[in-house]
């Protein structure tokens, strides 16, 4: 058996390297288990133009820097593991590695991120930060006066579709359906913006582009046509996925899978709080993550004095 750390620090992205930069200099023994590679979702950013007093630079970047910073404070961190078994209750916690390698802290982070779910065509991979972006916050600013699609048919597509129309020239909105699924208020605010048009019952087959996405590929459902389609940049809204289920009956989730915590990330459960992307929120960019990883942060080193 391992010693038992002071905070152990379940995910490695924006949330949690936070979370282990601020618990390890506040000189708490602090271990980050990261079931992927290091930084999360930050790292396919490929550039982040709108970080608080940073030069715009790419995800990759900031999450090296941060993995550094936290280890320079002390931090412990083993990245491509897979957790097997958690044991919250009870003042010493515990999780278990697939390997059978198990780790003890007094307190616990949950910061297993999520993602934005995909279309999963061919060319969706290659082009991701190319022209392909699930984001408008982050990425509406590098398509003004572009031309692009909007994929989805819920409230955040909508939402955004109109958010897009403040810097791109115009905006297509391709929906699987002949009808939305959002509200009727945000329905009705898209199709009345003069810069969004409409492709009902229609869906991306393939991405296409050299170096940059340059085209799609669509099928028309309702009669089977194929026609490819000149596009600068495609936003992806279809939903999102915290990578929460492995949690299931082992924290109180939303109707989401969403971990819900209170204004200081506190879940259910005494001494295990939650940050960034897996928790009940509506915004979620690298600024809210690590907002989350410092609170959450605080909280824990405030229960472990308690």
């Known amino acids: 058996m391992n010693d038992v750390f002071d905070v152990m620090i379940l995910g490695g992205g924006a949330a949690g390297l936070s979370a282990g930069i601020y618990s390890s200099r506040a000189k708490l023994s602090t271990l980050i288990l990261n079931e992927g590679a290091l930084g999360g979702q930050m790292v396919l950013t490929d550039e982040i133009a709108n970080y608080p007093g940073v030069e715009t630079t790419n995800g990759y970047k900031v999450a090296n820097t ?7 404070f002390g931090c412990k961190i083993k990245s491509n593991v897979s957790i097997a078994k958690y044991a919250f209750h009870g003042d010493v916690k515990e999780v278990e590695l ?10 616990v982070i949950l910061a297993p991120g999520g993602k934005s ?14 022209g392909i972006s699930y984001c408008a916050t982050c990425d509406g600013d590098f398509f ?38 959002a509200f009727e208020h945000a329905v ?4 009345s913006n003069p810069k969004i048009d409409f492709i009902m ?9 050299n170096g940059k996405l340059q085209q799609v590929t669509m099928e028309h459902l309702s ?7 000149d596009v600068d940049g495609v936003f992806i809204f279809i939903g999102y996925k915290p990578n929460t ?25 005494p001494g295990v709080f939650a940050a960034g992307d897996c928790i009940v929120k509506k915004y979620r960019q690298v600024t809210t993550a690590v907002a989350d990883g410092t609170i959450a942060a605080l909280s824990a080193v405030e229960y472990l004095k308690n």
């Open 66 to 72: 941060m993995k550094k910073q936290a280890k320079d």
């Open 98 to 107: 697939k390997d059978g390698r198990k780790f003890q802290a007094k307190s």
């Open 117 to 130: 779910i995909t279309l999963n065509i061919p060319g969706e991979g290659a082009f991701q930060g190319k």
């Open 144 to 181: 003004t006066d572009k031309e692009i699609i909007v994929v989805g048919g819920g409230n955040s597509a909508l939402e955004e579709a109109v958010t897009l129309t403040n810097y791109a020239s115009k905006v297509t909105i391709v929906h699987q359906f002949d009808h939305f699924q």
């Open 188 to 191: 009705e605010e898209a199709k």
């Open 201 to 209: 019952k229609t869906e991306l087959r393939q991405f296409m582009g």
């Open 223 to 229: 009669n089977g046509n194929v026609e490819e389609m």
């Open 245 to 269: 289920e492995s949690l299931k009956g082992v924290i109180s989730l939303n109707e989401k899978n969403e971990i819900i915590t209170d204004s200081e990330m506190k879940t259910n459960i």
